[in-house]
């Protein structure tokens, strides 16, 4: 009865089911999507609002998280660092590997034609800003931001934000219980138009990505852990419990209290850990842009939509700050990438559908790459305030 209950289940039957439809009855299964794209149009609601409080309130967060002195910057400085690594990684391998580049039959001609003929032939800074609602939201949590660190009374401010997040999070929860519907008519539409050949960029990009996050734990993180003198591997076979617990719930914040005490049991002190760990939920989550940054590559070789080297900067520009609103809830990270797609403008948002199926799967792997990297993060800030770690 708990099995049937298991979001990450419904959505494994509603596939199994949208598959079978797609197969058998084709013109039927095309009908189903109005559910994936009213799903989306759903979970669309939720970028303005996401983008707005996380990023004004991840500035004021920012600013008090400098206050605590060496400690805070040298965090924050990590964190950037290690988040560009793993968007561009992410950007690298999609572009090499292009696991969007399987020709669909029913996407070749008209769909495909319309999307790649929306990029401009030269990039122009100046449309890229000024015909993007999103982008203009984001601006402004930007400056919002800012504005709350000059207020001297802001914590009722703050606090209302806090507040507001909160439930704007917690309606996202209960949207995510739609998340089989959405899939079943996201996955119907494609195998039913499509045929079953729809399922091969699917796979391949699910391949690539966690081909890409074991490139990054075990590559960047262990040459970060080798910096430190210790083994990733250790550190992974430590945090095995939590690493399990994030698998079976997809999300990374249950194992965030677990992870703070074996932190703490290893020789990290509590000053660190309880700075660091809550701040990289935030600020540090390399899972979710190695996922954001292939996603919106997937889709744009999926259109057929061709990107200049200056939109693959911009790209990355925006993931660097949107993917600041990815905190550990599950959902986020799919608001997130909606909300990416919407500020790029000529990479369709429709192409969500094709991911509805499968995004579920895909969150377990950036949950636990989140939840490896801030750990990591943890042990490289303990080990440049000399503070002696042993791993068992």
């Known amino acids: 009865m708990k099995l049937l209950k298991n979001i990450a289940f ?5 596939i199994i089911a949208a598959v079978l439809l797609g197969i058998f009855y084709p013109s039927v299964a095309v009908q189903m999507e109005i559910l994936g794209k009213s799903f989306i149009n759903l979970i669309k609601i939720f970028i303005a609002p996401i983008i ?22 040298k965090a924050l400085l990590y964190f950037e660092v290690i988040t560009t690594f793993s968007l561009a990684l992410g950007l690298l391998l999609a572009y090499v590997f292009k696991p969007g580049a399987i020709a669909l039959s029913g996407l070749s001609t008209q769909d495909a034609f319309t999307y790649s003929n929306k990029t401009p032939n030269h990039f122009s800074w100046s449309l890229f800003f000024m015909s993007n609602n999103t982008l203009q939201v984001l601006v402004m949590g930007v400056l919002f931001g800012f504005m709350l660190i000059r207020l001297k009374k802001k914590e009722k401010i703050v606090s209302l934000l806090q507040s507001t997040s909160y439930y704007v999070f917690a309606a996202l929860k209960y949207v995510m219980y739609l998340a089989p519907i959405g899939a079943f008519g996201g996955m119907a539409f494609a195998v039913g138009k499509f045929g079953l050949q729809s399922l091969l960029p699917l796979a391949k990009l699910m391949t690539c990505m966690y081909l890409t996050m074991a490139l990054f734990i075990f590559g960047v ?17 430590y945090i095995k419990e939590e690493i399990l617990l994030v698998l079976a719930t997809s999300s990374s914040e249950p194992a965030l209290p677990s992870l703070m005490n074996k932190l703490e049991r290893v020789g990290c002190s509590k000053s660190v850990v309880g700075l660091v760990v809550p701040a990289g939920y935030s600020f540090n989550l390399d899972g979710t842009s190695i996922y954001l940054s292939m996603a919106v ?8 939509v061709p990107l200049s080297f200056m939109e693959l900067i911009s790209i990355m520009g925006i993931l660097m700050i949107t993917s600041k609103g990815a905190a550990g809830v599950t959902g986020s990270g799919f608001v997130v990438l909606a909300s990416t797609l919407s500020t790029l403008h000529n990479i369709p948002v429709e192409g969500l559908a094709f991911l509805l199926g499968v995004d579920k799967f895909m969150s377990e792997a950036r949950a636990i790459t989140n939840v490896i990297g801030n750990g990591v993060a943890v042990i490289f800030i303990s080990t440049t305030e000399k503070e002696k770690i042993a791993l068992p």
């Open 221 to 237: 993180l262990g040459l970060v852990m080798r910096f430190c003198g210790q083994r990733i591997f250790s550190f992974v076979s």
């Open 10 to 14: 419904q959505v494994l039957l509603a």
């Open 297 to 304: 590559l997937f889709i744009a070789q999926l259109y057929k």
């Open 52 to 73: 707005f409080l996380t990023i004004s309130l991840g500035i004021s967060g920012a600013h008090s998280f400098k206050k605590v002195g060496g400690i805070g910057l």
